[in-house]
């Protein structure tokens, strides 16, 4: 099929059909022999501009029904090929040009291969698709192959042919006629296949492979062959016969391979010599398993000498080991697969037990078709030790991790919608209180101002449980960003002082502004929980002190109450999830607080520290680097799920 040629379409031709006479010179300008079926289409509305062709033939569907719609045609195809047309309007928008092979059952009920060439090309009303459908024969049609495989076929490196029962050739590809150097293919088409390799080839192929096809339907081997030129090569040739009883060859030039086999065979023994140095242990085995090369330090831990009579024995101490069924069932698995990996427990003869870590390769020279099995052996013990210990701290910390995530999910899907909806009936009952009876208000009223409380208390639950997941698994704090720290204490305070019936909370800060990097929202957090905790565990009538001070590098936050303190036997495990001081006596909290102010300070590089006297005080200092490059974080995971590494 020749190249498609550059297409100008004259102004005239803007009608919506084209005439006959212009739409056959643009099918002519695409291909000009062997067309079935041809149209033109306008590539943007997708209308059929011309049609020539038997389409109820072969495809099925009339002219009228495909300007009706274009893809009716599509219903005479098989699913596989319809599959590939899926984006066909895509290939051939991106590449101008697209060649697709499919097979169709037309109208008069027989099944085709047919060949489309499609083009877009541009004219003065707007972009043209061309399109040229032919009928296929030869392997083509017979197969039926999809587009992948024909170009394989075609393109590839490697001869393929294919000779019906009487041997002569049906089809064979360029690369088999350039390898046995014949012009042009179709020089080789119906003839016989013994012309194409030599006599000599012919007579050695029908006395070694004919009878292997006849008994196994497939053999595969080295022949020296001759090419037309009088020259000649070791071909590796595979052949298989087809169902219908054609031959499908296969050829490829393989005498560098058996040079270069040779030149390996003449350097076994220098090649012997530097396996011996290798820092691991080297097997060479036959097709039968048995041990043909051991490398000294193989022969070292079997204690065997040198010889034929160290492999021997060698052979010997490996199959009395009573784990050598996985090392026989490895080397059958090479049969299917290319590599085998696996460890093999082992008691070395001179006492102890070791673990092997067994690499098994198959080695196929293709000079003469024989395998063998490549073995390299590793001394894993102290490894496998190890990875055991840490597979089981893994498996503790995925347990945590799971325990983690599970509390995680009850508390946001368990918990919030039925919270939701909790809180929406609370609203219209509170907003319907006034419409009860004067006497029934007070106790009704009072009721839902602790079932108010109790909702609050149980969404921040929820909140902070939510919080501190969601520290736990950031890596480190984020969004850090140039921000004034003293701007941000000073609106905290304001706003606690301002939800209380009398200010309480001081704040002692630089005038001046305090520039750092850092999280607000999550510094903001620390603040909020540090203040309320100190107004909710001191009384009324007492004042919360807020200090910033900043300097060597880092800005420092001091939060003191002069409440009730803390126990000091339960100060060290302030900062756990859900621990709460013994003291706390009525005073509600969740436990979380002070876990999400740790992992904050943490992420950001800083640290946090507490003072307290029962009964005198309490007082949190924060230090936080001013520069968030400064920060070195060691984030703690949380204590249900912390790893066995950190």
């Not at 919608?417 to 609370?426: D, F």
């Not at 019936?501 to 957090?525: H, M, T």
Request: glycine residues 8%; proline residues 6%.
């Amino acid at each position: 099929m020749s190249e498609v040629a550059e297409i100008t379409v004259p102004p005239e031709w803007r009608a919506q059909c084209l005439p006959a006479d212009k739409a056959s010179e643009l099918i002519s300008a695409h291909a000009s022999a062997g067309i079935a079926l041809a149209f033109v289409m306008d590539a943007t509305t997708r209308r059929h501009l011309f049609l020539k062709g038997d389409f109820e033939r072969y495809l099925g569907v009339s002219a009228d029904a495909l300007r009706a719609d274009p893809d009716a045609w599509q219903a005479a195809l098989e699913p596989v090929d319809r599959a590939q047309l899926l984006n066909l309007r895509g290939d051939l928008l991106l590449g101008r040009r697209v060649e697709r092979t499919f097979v169709v059952c037309g109208g008069d009920g027989r099944r085709r291969t047919l060949h489309a060439s499609l083009a877009l090309r541009e004219s003065p009303t707007g972009p043209l698709t061309i399109g040229i459908v032919t009928e296929i024969m030869g392997i083509e049609g017979v197969t039926g192959a999809a587009n992948p495989f024909r170009l394989a076929v075609e393109s590839g490196e490697l001869g393929l042919a294919v000779t019906d029962s009487g041997g002569k050739f049906r089809y064979l590809n360029e690369s088999l006629a350039e390898l046995f150097r014949f012009g042009d293919r179709g020089d080789l088409l119906g003839r016989e296949w013994s012309e194409l390799c030599g006599r000599a080839a012919a007579r050695e192929l029908e006395a070694k492979a004919f009878p292997a096809l006849a008994a196994h339907a497939a053999w595969q081997g080295v022949v020296a062959v001759q090419r037309r030129d009088g020259s000649t090569f070791q071909a590796a040739i595979s052949l298989s016969r087809l169902p219908v009883g054609h031959l499908v060859w296969k050829c490829r030039d393989c005498s560098r391979e058996i040079e270069t086999s040779e030149r390996l065979r003449r350097s076994e023994s220098l090649l012997a010599e530097l396996l011996d140095e290798l820092p691991l242990g080297l097997i060479l085995q036959g097709a039968d398993s048995r041990i043909e090369f051991a490398n000294r330090i193989c022969r070292q831990w079997f204690g065997a000498g040198a010889g034929p009579e160290a492999l021997a024995e060698i052979d010997a101490t490996l199959r009395r080991e009573p784990d050598y069924s996985g090392w026989a069932i490895a080397d059958r698995q090479l049969g299917e697969t290319n590599a085998v990996i696996f460890d093999f427990p082992f008691t070395l003869p001179s006492g102890g037990n070791v673990i092997w870590e067994v690499q098994k390769f198959r080695l196929q020279p293709a000079a003469n078709g024989t395998w063998r099995i490549c073995t390299m052996v590793t001394d894993v013990t102290a490894r496998r030790e190890l990875s055991r210990a840490a597979a089981a701290l893994a498996r503790r910390r995925d347990e945590f991790l799971a325990m983690q995530r599970e509390l995680v999910a009850m508390v946001s899907h368990e918990f919030r919608t039925p919270l939701s909806a909790i809180q929406g009936v609370h609203f219209l009952l509170e907003r319907s209180a006034d419409r009860l009876p004067a006497e029934l208000q007070p106790p009704f009223v009072r009721h839902l101002a602790l079932q108010a409380k109790v909702l609050g208390n149980f969404k921040a639950l929820v909140d902070e449980v939510l919080l501190l997941n969601q520290l736990d698994h950031a890596g480190g704090a984020a969004n850090f960003e140039p921000a004034d720290i003293a701007a941000l204490l000073r609106q905290a305070v304001e706003t606690f002082n301002g939800s209380l019936p009398a200010p309480r909370v001081e704040l002692a800060s630089p005038a001046a502004p305090v520039k750092a990097g850092f999280n607000p929202a999550q510094i903001r957090v620390v603040v909020d929980n540090l203040i309320s905790n100190a107004l909710k565990y001191s009384e009324p009538d007492t004042a919360v002190t807020v200090t910033l001070a900043f300097g060597e590098g880092r800005w420092r936050l001091a939060v003191r109450d002069r409440g009730r303190g803390i126990p000091e036997a339960d100060q060290r495990r302030l900062f756990e999830p859900f621990f709460r001081a013994g003291n706390v006596a009525g005073v509600h909290g969740t436990g979380l607080g002070l876990a999400i102010v740790r992992r904050i300070v943490t992420a950001h590089g800083g640290t946090i520290g507490c003072e307290s006297l029962p009964g005198a005080g309490t007082t949190f200092t924060v230090a936080v680097p001013l520069e968030p490059a400064a920060a070195e974080p060691d984030l703690p995971a949380a204590p249900w799920s912390r790893s066995p590494y950190s």
